[in-house]
């Protein structure tokens, strides 16, 4: 990547002359873009500095280091596993909502009562950020299928924190202000005193989902058997298009033939019709 005039090696260009903290360069970000590449598979674009510098610069100041050199060094020489969960975790992007995309949960919805009634179904949400994708992928199969459905969610993510928010399943009101009054009395319960103004998904849907950590590049998947409907959406926009056919052949091995992948609206898969066709706004049939 060309050099600028924010090199290091610039007279003029420490952190006081670029009016930050901490000195950054465009060596500093080719290196994080190797790295998150790496490790997470991301690809972060060049317009990202300002985002990279900002999240990242909190790590320096709670490991203790003075310049993102000394840092990344560190952390590709000794940083230890903790350490690198931290810096996943901190360029990973967790924008959600509760029925994002309703169009999705409508066809979900048509898709589990095309099935006879105690059909087992098996589902994986592979980009769970805090919970509100999941939660609304079983709260929509508890009223498709009823309280006693055969229904068994699997929602992972790259990202630990997100994850035990995901798992805690406690929201501010006004995350759940889209939802109607009959779902919230009937899916959540009200904090009280201390806990005014804050919701918590009730038990019987808690205990459908199975809350676990996955690195989608990794080939290390934990899974012993295969999916009916994955959701992975706006997931694949971070990859390149190498990453992402790798990720979908990965999925496609996961999957029951037949079954069904929920993708994001800035998703689209038709160059990979060998493994999944077209079904529906976004949706995917496995072959």
């Not at 990202?159 to 202000?177: F, H, P, Q």
């Not at 992402?244 to 160059?271: C, S, W, Y």
Request: contains cysteine.
């Amino acid at each position: 990547m060309r050099q600028d005039s924010s090199s290091a090696s610039v007279s003029g260009s420490g952190p006081a002359a670029q009016g930050r903290e901490f000195a950054w360069t465009s060596a500093d970000f080719s290196r994080v873009q190797a790295l998150i590449y790496k490790h997470a598979g991301i690809s972060l674009h060049d317009g990202k500095h300002a985002m990279v510098y900002s999240r990242l610069s909190r790590r320096l100041r709670e490991t203790g280091h003075e310049s993102f050199d000394d840092y990344l060094s560190w952390l590709e020489k000794q940083g230890d596993a903790r350490e690198w969960q931290e810096f996943v975790n901190a360029l990973t992007t967790n924008l959600t909502a509760f029925f994002r995309e309703q169009h999705h949960f409508d066809i979900l919805a048509q898709h589990l009562k095309s099935k006879a009634a105690g059909t087992p179904w098996r589902v994986w949400c592979n980009a769970a950020s805090t919970g509100e994708e999941p939660y609304s992928i079983v709260l929509t199969a508890q009223e498709t299928l009823g309280a006693n459905a055969n229904f068994k969610l699997t929602a992972s993510d790259i990202d630990s924190k997100v994850l035990a928010t995901a798992s805690n399943g406690i929201y501010r009101m006004e995350n759940v202000k889209n939802l109607s009054q009959e779902r919230l009395q009937r899916f959540f319960m009200r904090g009280k005193a201390s806990n005014a103004g804050m919701v918590r998904v009730k038990p019987e849907l808690r205990r459908m989902i199975d809350f676990l950590q996955v690195n989608l590049i990794r080939d290390d998947w934990p899974f012993k058997e295969p999916f009916d409907i994955v959701f992975c959406r706006n997931v694949m926009i971070y990859f390149d298009a190498p990453t992402q056919r790798k990720v979908l052949e990965r999925i496609h091995r996961v999957m029951k033939p037949g079954g069904m992948l929920f993708v994001g609206h800035a998703e689209n898969f038709t160059d990979s019709r060998d493994l999944f066709v077209l079904r529906g706004k976004t949706v995917y049939e496995r072959i």
